[in-house]
């Protein structure tokens, strides 16, 4: 980082975005692998808070690569500053008062630790969804699997690039049910974040 950057001090503070939206900011972080159903929930997550009233934002790991990560592969090195880049970006929408949702397959345990890090303790809610590789290949909704085995796609999380598992999500979600797994996650927030 250059020597030249000074940080300009806001007048208006985070507490004072959050209370004119109502809402106690954070990051709904998604994390599983490719076809477990991560963004499906997500967005019915997002679709029921805004209902509610609440000012939501999702963002999602294709639409990223789309714009803002871009010109980034799919290496480790890569990987590991998509998720970086993003971290950025929550503690931005934190910082204004929102209600962040993130479906990214973020493999890496050390990578989520960093999420985490940049936000204040309260604001990350690590979210597991646990579907098994067999079934997030039956479903293949991209055909990525496919290309993986077929060796068209390197470095595929769950085939030839690892998925580590995290250890103490704060909602671990385990069930097919959409709307159920919805609820759970409206519930948690309720005792959290509402």
Not at 55 to 75: E, M, S
Not at 149 to 166: L, M
Request: hydrophobic share 35%; aromatic share 8%.
């Amino acid at each position: 980082m250059s020597k030249n950057l000074t940080w300009h001090a806001s007048s208006i503070t985070k507490a004072q975005r959050a209370k004119l939206k109502n809402q106690k900011p954070c990051v709904l972080w998604f994390s599983g692998l490719s076809g477990s159903g991560k963004s499906t929930l997500a967005n019915a997550v997002e679709k029921k808070l805004f209902e509610q009233g609440f000012h939501t934002y999702l963002l999602d790991g294709d639409n990223v690569r789309h714009g803002l990560n871009k010109d980034l592969g799919f290496d480790e090195a890569s990987r590991v500053e998509n998720i970086r880049r993003v971290g950025e970006v929550c503690k931005l929408f934190v910082d204004a008062g929102m209600i962040v949702l993130c479906a990214f397959i973020s493999p890496f345990e050390k990578d989520r630790k960093l999420i985490k890090e940049l936000l204040d303790e309260d604001k990350y809610i690590e979210i597991f969804v646990d579907t098994p590789l067999e079934i997030c290949e039956k479903r293949d909704p991209k055909g990525l699997y496919r290309k993986a085995r077929n060796g068209e796609i390197k470095n595929f999380t769950g085939i030839d690039s690892p998925y580590e598992k995290p250890k103490n999500p704060h909602i671990h979600i385990i069930k097919e049910d959409l709307n159920e797994n919805a609820d759970m996650i409206l519930k948690f927030l309720d005792r959290k974040v509402k």
